[in-house]
């Protein structure tokens, strides 16, 4: 393990499920880089794998779901950072709802954001970071947010060598 991987390793950030459409496809995956990036106005940053499904639905995206999963989530979050949305239809069995823009919201993951993509940005890593504005909240109150120590070994859906530069 490297240096970054030891330090990261110990912060131990929550985990969030970004889901989105576009164009009658839909797209979620487990996300391990994210933060409010703005008080006033609201912004919040999620970066997504270019290797990911998600990523490129998200190229033709503008509105987006930000889940807060718990620790009693786990095995929901498993299963959208272990799958990819290329070969499986991560919706398939799931109770969720869409927004008007054609959003899945997930009905067990009831802490979330609704925002809409300000901008995205690739600096060459094998993420892009996704600038967006706060359009709603929906919090079912406190919660404690699940972990990647928490979920132990997960193998994602792909690895970041199978990145797409330009899909």
Request: glycine share 8%; charged share 25%.
């Amino acid at each position: 393990m490297n240096t970054i991987e030891a330090l990261m390793g110990s912060v131990d950030s929550p985990l969030i499920v970004v889901t989105t459409s576009a164009e009658g496809e839909r797209a979620g995956c487990l996300v391990g880089f994210h933060s409010q990036a703005s008080i006033d106005p609201e912004h919040y940053c999620f970066w997504l794998s270019k290797a990911n499904h998600t990523y490129r639905v998200a190229l033709r995206s503008e509105r987006f779901a930000v889940h807060f999963p718990t620790t009693g989530d786990s095995e929901l979050a498993r299963f959208f950072g272990s799958r990819s949305g290329s070969e499986t239809d991560k919706f398939a069995g799931l109770d969720f709802t869409v927004t008007e823009d054609g959003v899945p919201l997930l009905a067990d993951l009831p802490n979330r954001l609704i925002v809409e993509r300000i901008t995205m940005l690739d600096d060459g890593g094998d993420h892009v970071c996704l600038t967006a504005r706060v359009l709603a909240t929906e919090t079912k109150g406190g919660f404690a947010s699940l972990r990647p120590s928490q979920l132990g070994d997960l193998s994602p859906g792909h690895s970041a060598e199978e990145r797409a530069i330009r899909p």
